[in-house]
């Protein structure tokens, strides 16, 4: 689909990009239904923010699709679907208070809800689990998050990191592009698969020492943002081109 006439070329990339992310998301079964979200920042000085349609599946949203919001979650042009509230109080959060929160991804997945539930959350038993734990942070369960009182706890506790699991709940990665935001995410996401099916075995687990874990953080960034994650990013679109084309209508 032709970009349309009211949209900026920078907004419509924008939009492109985030419209990919959701159809990734259905493709690798991190979906849950319609309760999860992916947002994005729209360039400009209007503060304004992309996120799904509350009530369309992720395998189905595309870029023109997008609901703009205002900071406050309200939308700022007419549309057919609603904007979930708990979805934005959490997205609204990061956003605000992290300039580099171009693209922000929260997931309901099996595996990063089981390994949120754990006393000591992600170990160090994988080559994948280091790099997420190189800047992971952890916030405690507050119920439905409908509460805007939680947004500042909800900052605090991420601090300056870009990985985070929020206890009981799931998984949350941001990234100055949407290929960043998606490879920490598949990293999580993989760490949390690999962590869980050690523990089924009911062997005790090697953990990595912190040693190693020290030197990894000097090259985290080049793998999971850098070039590690615009390599990947052209991969993935081609694949979703194969598998399930449109994003960019």
């Known amino acids: 689909m032709a970009r349309p006439a009211h949209c900026s070329p920078e907004e419509w990339a924008v939009r492109c990009d985030l419209a990919a ?6 493709m690798f079964g991190w979906d849950d239904l ?19 349609p509350y009530g369309m599946m992720f395998d189905e949203i595309s870029a023109s699709q997008l609901v703009k919001v205002d900071a406050a979650g309200e939308k700022v042009a007419p549309g057919d679907y609603p904007v979930n509230p708990a979805g934005f109080i959490i997205h609204s959060a990061v956003h605000e208070a992290r300039e580099d929160a171009l693209f922000v991804m929260h997931l309901h997945t099996v595996a990063g ?11 160090p038993i994988s080559q994948h689990s280091l790099f997420p734990l190189a800047s992971l942070s952890y916030h405690d369960y507050e119920g439905v998050a409908l509460n805007p009182d939680e947004k500042a706890r909800l900052v605090r506790d991420l601090g ?23 490879l920490k995410m598949f990293m999580l996401q993989r760490a949390c698969e690999i962590q869980i099916a050690a523990q089924s075995g009911g062997a005790e687990l090697i953990r990595i020492p912190p040693a190693i874990l020290a030197g990894i953080r000097a090259q985290s960034d080049q793998v999971m943002r850098g070039s590690g994650a615009e390599l990947t990013w052209p991969g993935l679109l081609r694949r979703l081109a194969r598998h399930n084309p449109g994003h960019d209508d």
Not at 113 to 123: D, T
């Open 34 to 52: 319609i309760f999860t979200h992916i947002s994005a920042r729209v360039p400009g000085p209007e503060h304004h923010f992309l996120i799904n």
């Open 21 to 26: 992310l959701y159809r990734l998301a259905a």
């Open 113 to 123: 809800i089981a390994v949120s539930a754990q006393r000591e959350g992600l170990l």
């Open 160 to 182: 300056a990191t870009s990985l985070m699991l929020l206890r009981n709940h799931g998984l949350l990665t941001l990234g100055r592009s949407a290929a960043d935001c998606f």
